[in-house]
């Protein structure tokens, strides 16, 4: 039974919801235990800081070799030449705008030097030193502003709930099948899950799951596709529940720690619901009664190398071609989707391909290691 088409109880979750009433697709709701994380820029603050004092190390070095090049040009207050002491002694008090008028620069040359040269040093460096206060004071306007530009760019994305062993081989998976990192945001209540997903290019959203306003903070309503990967089922139910409601059009994949729960989880609005348990089990047990056939099904749950099952569109080449004439070319059918309808390769319902058909078939990895159509076995 599908979860899409059949009715679904309205919920409370927060607020009273009357059945039907619409939702808007992009409700923003702010909320100080929801916590946007996202990815963070190439470099980190220690990298920044030693840029800071390389410039104003470079700014100093360049002024006291004008300096020293000038040194006939310039007065000492001690009435001898200047060195390379003074050199620099002049660069950094004039750099810094001390000026103390004890070395000066009287002749042509040097002071159109000072003008044209060490003048816009002086602003660099100052510039450097300021800049690194200001930083740290707007910091938080910056992120304020990165993520409100997040919020207006960002749709049609994958949300993983749930940042646990479940929901990582999730996001490794779908990175790997050529999904981009910025496209996938993780919903989990750990600022360390959060952060994790960050080193993966990944946004994260803070918060609990089953609360409106945190799926709401992760775009829920105008997300394409979303991944309920809750570690307990009841806590599954409910986050699919409220997805669902907001997202209405979504495609929901969710997880099942025991196989009983499996239909509420399609009752609350779940396309797809995948019994980890029980699944675990049966290929356990697969692998010691049939070690051969454990060993093909774990090489097909493994798309890095050997089998992987994907989803492709038909070419204009395979129109009007038996799909099991395929297997000629390496790949085995084993169902035809058309018109949203899943026919397996063992009902004979599909005589030949048709436009818009399309595959899932059983294939070798290819060799260059570039990501394939949808990967369903991964």
Same mark, same amino acid.
């Given at each position: 039974?599908?979860?899409?088409?059949?009715?679904?109880?309205?919920?409370?979750?927060?607020?009273?919801?009357?059945?039907?009433?619409?939702?808007?697709?992009?409700?923003?709701?702010?909320?100080?235990?929801?916590?946007?994380?996202?990815?963070?820029?190439?470099?980190?603050?220690?990298?920044?800081?030693?840029?800071?004092?390389?410039?104003?190390?470079?700014?100093?070095?360049?002024?006291?070799?004008?300096?020293?090049?000038?040194? !006939?040009?310039?007065? !000492?207050?001690?009435?001898?030449?200047?060195?390379?002491?003074?050199? @620099?002694?002049?660069?950094?008090?004039?750099?810094?705008?001390?000026?103390?008028?004890?070395?000066?620069?009287?002749?042509?040359?040097?002071?159109?030097?000072?003008?044209?040269?060490?003048?816009?040093?002086?602003?660099?460096?100052?510039?450097?030193?300021?800049?690194?206060?200001? &930083?740290?004071?707007?910091?938080?306007?910056? #992120?304020?502003?990165?993520?409100?530009?997040?919020?207006?760019?960002?749709?049609?994305?994958?949300?993983?709930?749930?940042?646990?062993?479940?929901?990582?081989?999730?996001?490794?998976?779908?990175?790997?099948?050529?999904?981009?990192?910025?496209?996938?945001?993780?919903?989990?209540?750990?600022?360390?899950?959060?952060?994790?997903?960050?080193?993966?290019?990944?946004?994260?959203?803070?918060?609990?799951?089953?609360? &409106?306003?945190?799926?709401?903070?992760?775009?829920?309503?105008?997300?394409?596709?979303?991944?309920?990967?809750?570690?307990?089922?009841?806590?599954? +139910?409910? +986050?699919?529940?409220?997805?669902?409601?907001?997202?209405?059009?979504?495609?929901?994949?969710?997880?099942?720690?025991?196989?009983?729960?499996?239909? +509420?989880?399609?009752?609350?609005?779940?396309?797809?619901?995948?019994?980890?348990?029980?699944?675990?089990?049966?290929?356990?047990?697969?692998?010691?009664?049939?070690?051969? %056939?454990?060993?093909?099904?774990?090489?097909? @749950?493994?798309?890095?190398?050997?089998?992987?099952?994907?989803?492709? %569109?038909?070419?204009?080449?395979?129109?009007?071609? #038996?799909?099991?004439?395929?297997?000629?070319?390496?790949?085995?059918?084993?169902?035809?989707?058309?018109?949203?309808?899943?026919?397996?390769?063992?009902?004979?319902?599909?005589?030949?391909?048709?436009?818009?058909?399309?595959?899932?078939?059983?294939?070798? +990895?290819? !060799?260059?290691?570039?990501?394939?159509?949808?990967?369903?076995?991964?």
């Amino acid at each position: 039974m599908s979860g899409r088409g059949a009715s679904r109880p309205a919920v409370r979750i927060g607020r009273r919801v009357r059945r039907g009433a619409p939702q808007p697709a992009n409700q923003e709701v702010q909320n100080d235990s929801e916590q946007l994380s996202l990815p963070a820029r190439p470099g980190g603050p220690l990298s920044s800081i030693l840029t800071r004092i390389a410039i104003a190390v470079g700014c100093v070095v360049v002024t006291t070799l004008l300096v020293w090049i000038e040194r !006939d040009e310039y007065n !000492d207050g001690k009435g001898t030449p200047l060195g390379w002491i003074d050199a @620099l002694y002049y660069s950094t008090v004039t750099l810094s705008t001390t000026g103390y008028g004890d070395v000066t620069p009287y002749g042509e040359t040097a002071r159109l030097v000072n003008a044209l040269v060490i003048t816009p040093l002086r602003f660099v460096f100052l510039i450097v030193l300021v800049g690194t206060t200001i &930083e740290v004071l707007t910091k938080r306007s910056r #992120d304020e502003f990165r993520a409100q530009r997040w919020r207006r760019h960002m749709k049609g994305h994958t949300v993983v709930i749930g940042y646990g062993v479940k929901g990582q081989s999730t996001v490794d998976a779908l990175i790997e099948a050529g999904i981009p990192a910025a496209q996938i945001v993780v919903v989990d209540p750990e600022l360390a899950a959060a952060q994790a997903a960050n080193k993966k290019g990944c946004a994260a959203v803070v918060g609990d799951a089953t609360r &409106e306003v945190t799926l709401a903070q992760a775009k829920v309503g105008v997300a394409k596709q979303i991944v309920v990967a809750a570690n307990s089922d009841d806590t599954s +139910v409910l +986050v699919t529940l409220t997805a669902r409601r907001l997202a209405p059009d979504a495609d929901i994949v969710a997880s099942a720690r025991e196989g009983q729960n499996i239909e +509420v989880l399609r009752q609350s609005g779940a396309d797809v619901v995948i019994a980890t348990a029980e699944s675990a089990g049966r290929m356990l047990a697969l692998s010691l009664t049939s070690p051969a %056939a454990g060993h093909l099904f774990a090489d097909l @749950l493994e798309p890095v190398e050997g089998l992987e099952i994907v989803e492709r %569109a038909t070419t204009p080449a395979e129109l009007g071609v #038996d799909p099991g004439s395929l297997i000629k070319q390496g790949e085995l059918v084993l169902a035809v989707v058309r018109k949203g309808q899943i026919h397996r390769f063992d009902q004979g319902r599909v005589g030949v391909l048709q436009r818009d058909d399309h595959l899932v078939v059983v294939r070798a +990895v290819p !060799d260059d290691g570039q990501p394939t159509a949808r990967v369903i076995g991964g």
